[in-house]
């Protein structure tokens, strides 16, 4: 089956198969969030990109397997609603934004800052600050050696547009430009964005829209 990136709360799973890297997409929560579990297919690793709702439908997504890992995207309650279940059961380390871990409500083992590399298994994330939709927000790129990169945006980048910045004009504009010179000034078109909430989309889709994001300032 293709992946399409398309799923629904309460809908199976889609799953990207890449050579070294197994990503699979679920959505989880009365706010439609979406959960990434990331598998090293060289040693069956695995990590949780935002342990958002639903701790039971995430655990058996997780399987038997367990996670080596959980990266909570910032720190809206959205974003962690079942992360104290999912790292009691696992025994996962956790990881956030340096900036975003004091709100959230399970101890961080791990602060990231701009350009830490996470790993999962073999397998290494970039981690970008981006500032505005939260202070600590952070995405994660993974640039594929067999491809294209990915890049997991959390809230920050969704098709059509940045993240909420709650009509916040200093907060648009450091959102809008770590996202333009961190993710868009960075990556090429054939990127692939996985957002916290919705459909995917790529940064060439994207691109051409900037300008219409700077003039409406959201």
Not at 62 to 79: E, L, N
Request: with cysteine; hydrophobic share 35%.
């Amino acid at each position: 089956m293709t992946y399409s990136g398309e799923v629904t709360v309460g809908g199976p799973a889609d799953v990207h198969e890449l050579k070294d890297l197994m990503i699979t997409k679920i959505a989880v929560g009365p706010m439609d969030n979406n959960a990434y579990l990331l598998r090293c297919r060289a040693t069956d690793e695995q990590l949780l990109i935002d342990a958002a709702n639903d701790a039971e439908t995430l655990l058996g997504m997780i399987g038997d397997d367990g996670i080596a890992s959980v990266v909570t995207t910032h720190r809206h309650g959205d974003h962690w609603q079942a992360l104290a279940e999912v790292v009691a059961t696992t025994g996962a380390r956790t990881y956030a934004g340096r900036e975003d871990a004091p709100g959230i409500p399970v101890t961080t083992d791990v602060p990231v800052d701009d350009g830490d590399v996470i790993r999962v298994g073999r397998v290494e994330l970039i981690a970008r600050h981006l500032v505005g939709h939260t202070p600590g927000s952070i995405a994660l790129v993974y640039d594929d050696p067999h491809g294209h990169p990915h890049v997991f945006t959390g809230d920050c980048l969704f098709p059509g547009g940045v993240g909420n910045t709650h009509k916040d004009p200093a907060a648009f504009a450091t959102l809008i430009h770590d996202v333009e010179t961190k993710i868009f000034g960075a990556l090429p078109d054939e990127t692939w964005v996985y957002p916290g909430h919705g459909n995917d989309t790529t940064l060439g889709t994207e691109r051409p829209h900037l300008p219409e994001w700077h003039a409406r300032g959201w």
